[in-house]
Every structure is written in C-alpha cells, then in structure tokens.
C-alpha cells in the first residue's frame, strides 16, 4: 500500500491497473471546476485531489496502482501506467474569466501555503517512487484552454522521461492543455533550494603578541595544549608550584584563579615563552 500520510483518504478512485515498465513520473493536471469532482464515478480520477479552497490534498488511489486523470487510446503508448505516473488534479480554473465566473480559484491566484502543501506530496512520491525533482526546460506555460506551441512529448520521449510534468506535455492528450499558469519553477524552487551565496569572510583582525597583550588576552590563548607545552617546556614547571599553576590557568572559575594571575613570576616566565610567537 502507498498513501500519502499527508492526504484525507477517500479511496474513491477506480485503479488504473498494475505498473508497468517506465520511469517514476509526477503529472499535474487542473480540474476546471470550483468544488472536488466525482470524477466519473472515480472512473476518471487521479490519485490525488489538492483543493486549495480548503486546503486540503485528498488520496483516491493507492499509487502501487495507475490511475486513470490521463487518456490511454489504443494502440498508442501507455500514460496512465508507463511507470509510476503519480497524477495530481488541481481543485482550479484555467482563466481568470472563468474562475470569477462561478466564484473559484484560477490557478494563478493560488498561494504560496498551496505550493508549499503540492511540494510535501511531490517528496513523498521522490521519496516513495524515485520520481526526480526535475522539469523539462525551455518550457511553454499556457495560459488558457488553448496553448499552440506548448512541448507536448512524443511517445518515445514520454517513456523516457522522469520528472514532474503538466497535462499538456503527455502524449496523446491533446487538446488538453492544463495546468495552464500554474509556476512550475516556483514548485522547483521549493523542492531544490538555491544555494546560499557565499559570503566573503572579513579580513582579520592581528592580534596581540608578546608584550602587547593585556593580562586578560593572554589568558584567553591558554588553550589546554599550551599549557600543556609551557609545563613540559619547564616555563612553569621550573617552580615548585608549577603542576598548581596549570590547574589554576585551566580553570578562571577556580577562587584562587585571580591570585594565581596575580603572581608576577609566573607571568613573566609565561610571557617570555610566547614573546613574538603567532
């Protein structure tokens, strides 16, 4: 079984049959209404509904099946089944017009929260069916029922494509041209995240050495391996205290910390060890 923890279940859709071979696809599709269809039955469903009105991605059919958004005809290449083709309808219109015409959503207008819900389901099917974040560029988006020119794939190029693609790309599926305007790219950008710039690092700062440094800069370079050296280097063990100091110098919230950087001795023995050394 193969269902997208992040979808309201209805499994109403009727299967499209077992997988055959291909390449793990992703194709979305609008459905051209304002309310989520019936689909025929489920005869004509995808495996998944988003419904941006209430913000909702509904499941119609398990994925370890094909599904039946796309024409099949005979004797033609297999869309519905050729590989893992994961179909996703979206709840939307293909024009402004019409959308305000019966009080919908045209797929223009829909958000950025409704991209960032579609990008959770296309990972999942990246991540339960292998389907790649990729589309197929340079791209013609349609903006309404009819698109001329749109890249629609031979049969040879549907088999042998992978990656996330709209209606009016499959084969044999003309004139249907959805999903219209809906930003491919913009679906991209939120699966494949632009690389930060990198930032030049600042030029640095020199710090004191020898003679130049306070007490409290000193201190901070006693790392434990230079203290470590400076005993077995005899800079502290050459007093009898010497084991005592290292304990003292590791440890500023020891009570007797201060006194210790009080003793002149010592810091004298450890600023000469460190005189002129970066």
């Not at 402004?96 to 990008?119: L, P, S, V």
């Not at 069916?129 to 903006?143: K, L, Q």
């Not at 698109?147 to 990656?163: H, I, K, L, T, V």
Request: hydrophobic letters at 35%; charged letters at 25%.
């Amino acid at each position: 079984m193969a269902r997208f923890i992040g979808a309201t279940w209805l499994g109403n859709g009727v299967s499209g049959g077992s997988i055959l071979e291909g390449k793990p696809k992703f194709v979305i599709h609008i459905t051209v209404t304002r309310s989520l269809p019936g689909y025929a039955n489920g005869k004509k469903a995808p495996h998944f509904t988003d419904h941006p009105a209430d913000g909702r991605t509904y499941q119609h059919t398990d994925t370890s099946t094909g599904s039946r958004a796309l024409q099949n005809r005979p004797g033609g290449v297999q869309t519905n089944r050729a590989g893992h083709v994961i179909q996703l309808e979206i709840v939307a219109y293909e024009s402004r017009a019409k959308a305000q015409q019966h009080d919908g959503i045209w797929i223009g207008d829909i958000t950025d929260t409704d991209y960032e819900r579609i990008a959770k389901l296309v990972r999942w099917a990246h991540d339960t069916h292998g389907v790649p974040y990729f589309i197929r560029t340079p791209r013609i988006r349609p903006t309404g029922d009819v698109g001329p020119g749109a890249p629609r794939m031979s049969e040879s190029e549907w088999q042998d494509f992978s990656g996330i693609c709209g209606h009016f790309e499959v084969p044999e599926n003309d004139p249907k041209w959805d999903p219209c305007a809906f930003d491919f790219e913009r679906l991209l950008a939120l699966l494949v995240p632009a690389e930060p710039t990198a930032q030049p690092l600042p030029d640095p700062v020199p710090e004191p050495f020898g003679d130049e440094m306070t007490t409290e800069q000193f201190v901070k370079r006693l790392t434990p391996a230079r203290i470590d050296e400076l005993v077995e280097s005899g800079v502290i063990l050459g007093d009898p205290n010497g084991l005592h100091w290292k304990e003292m110098l590791a440890d500023p919230a020891n009570p007797e910390w201060e006194d210790v950087m009080e003793e002149i001795e010592v810091m004298s023995r450890l600023r000469a060890a460190t005189r002129g050394r970066r």
